[in-house]
């Protein structure tokens, strides 16, 4: 079983950055596929990046660029680094974990998820 448990969200200009963590509950955190996803107002949620548990990582078109994720496994944490924000970035943000080695970028393919946090890009 994986608590997730987000923070740095916000309110930010556009072109600003945020820090997105995630701390995770347990002990085999590190043979973990975390990943995050967000849903915006009205829509479906979506991929935003994944890292494996050997620091692998994937990305969403959207985001390629712009978007780093990155894991600290001694300290069961998950991060997203945002920079050159967009008002499309508004969403509330969260992060999931898939007990699995295997990357996967599908929403249903992870089991655990965070309460999610707000981020707000104003133009």
């Known amino acids: 079983q994986v608590q997730l448990v987000e923070s740095g969200g916000g309110l930010v200009q556009a072109g600003g950055s945020l820090r997105l963590s995630c701390a995770a509950s347990g002990r085999t955190f590190s043979s973990y596929t975390m990943g995050w996803f967000r849903q915006a107002p009205g829509k479906e949620r979506e991929f935003v990046a994944a890292?494996?548990?050997?620091?692998?990582?994937y990305y969403a078109d959207s985001v390629k660029g712009r978007f780093t994720i990155s894991r600290d496994n001694a300290k069961n944490t998950v991060f997203l680094q945002m920079n050159s924000l967009e008002p499309e970035d508004t969403a509330v943000y969260y992060c999931?974990?898939?007990?699995?080695?295997?990357?996967?970028?599908?929403?249903?393919?992870?089991?655990?998820w965070g309460q999610g946090t707000q981020v707000t890009v104003s133009s």
């Open positions: 890292i494996s548990w050997s620091g692998t990582t």
């Open positions: 999931a974990a898939r007990r699995s080695i295997v990357v996967a970028t599908t929403r249903n393919e992870y089991g655990y």
